[in-house]
């Protein structure tokens, strides 16, 4: 099979599996592993923004992402998996050995090696691969979301605040029926019939210049990129609420907006083909995406502590 043309994984130079780079086609996971067998596997996706002018890389929030990580493998009780700081200097190796002056996305996975049961906790792997991942169209255009039929996976079935693989078959399904169905998304909720997230964002509401948003007890992931637009937001004296919402406040909002670590602040223009507003992008959308560009790409002072330099 040939390679697509500008296929981002054409400018890995090399990946990391425990601490070591090597080439892509080196890095290999056995069909054995319960990572793979079992789904006993967490990850995280995190950003780095190119900034041109002063010639440097920034990591979006690794710290906490890194926290997110630990937790998640603590979650799903793994053992003797490496510390938050030998992370941190195997993704900053992982960057400059690849010496990207791009926007990168970088998936970091933590799971159960070799072979056995279900239930075993040991031996725990890592591995990072970065690569480039521009900002994607629909930051500017938007896109067309339905309420899925499938229901938000519940915190005593699967916890869905962490990060962990086999939650993400409930989310294939509902984006996978949403694109069958003909739109770009879906929208999940929870049993009581409450809005929780989409497949891979948290969701924000507009009603009256207030921004709403499910709070964590929603089936919800506990999002960096959703608590970072409610700090900004708050920042900007703008009003924000975290609370239950019900499925027809979607349909009555003024502005909806998909958020994550993938999509960043994404504009939904309808829901069940019911218009948010006046079916474009909003001007708080608008304005909380330009503060977030300054933000990710070190031009705000104000909010320094949230990126790390990685050829500085």
């Known amino acids: 099979m040939k ?13 990391t599996m425990n601490g070591s780079l090597m080439p892509l086609n080196k890095a290999k996971v056995s069909v054995t592993a319960p990572g793979l067998s079992y789904a006993a596997l967490v990850f995280e996706g995190i950003r780095a923004y190119w900034n041109d002018k002063l010639n440097e890389l920034y990591i979006f929030r690794l710290d906490e992402h890194l926290v997110r990580f630990t937790n998640s493998m603590r979650l799903l009780k793994f053992s003797e ?56 169209v629909a930051f500017k255009e938007g896109k067309n979301f339905t309420v899925s039929s499938w229901q938000r996976l519940d915190d005593n079935a699967s916890p869905p605040r ?7 078959l409930n989310s294939r399904l509902a984006s996978i029926q949403a694109k069958e169905s003909g739109y770009d998304g879906g929208i999940m909720l929870t049993s009581n019939g409450k809005v ?12 009256n210049g207030t921004l709403i948003t499910s709070n964590i007890t929603s089936g919800i992931l506990e999002s960096i990129t959703r608590d970072s637009i409610i700090e900004i937001a708050k920042k900007f004296n703008l009003k924000v609420e975290s609370r239950e919402v019900d499925r027809t406040e979607l349909y009555i909002a003024q502005e909806i907006f998909y ?21 474009k992008p909003g001007e708080i959308t608008r304005f909380l995406q330009n503060k977030f560009t300054e933000i990710v790409r070190g031009n705000n002072k104000e909010f320094n502590e949230w990126i790390y330099p990685v050829y500085q």
């Open 196 to 207: 929780s997230e989409g497949p891979g964002g948290c969701i924000f509401i507009i009603r």
């Open 81 to 136: 998996f490496p510390d938050s700081s030998t992370i941190k200097e195997d993704i900053l190796k992982n960057l400059k050995a690849n010496n990207y002056q791009e926007d990168i996305y970088i998936r970091l996975q933590g799971y159960i090696d070799d072979w056995g049961e279900m239930a075993l906790q040991t031996p725990v792997s890592t591995s990072i691969v970065s690569y480039p991942r521009p900002r994607a």
């Open 259 to 279: 958020c994550g670590t993938g999509q960043e602040i994404m504009p939904i223009l309808s829901v069940d083909k019911m218009l948010a507003g006046n079916g």
């Open 3 to 15: 390679t697509e043309l500008n296929n981002p994984r054409d400018k890995i130079k090399v990946v």
């Open 162 to 168: 962490i990060k962990a693989s086999a939650n993400y």
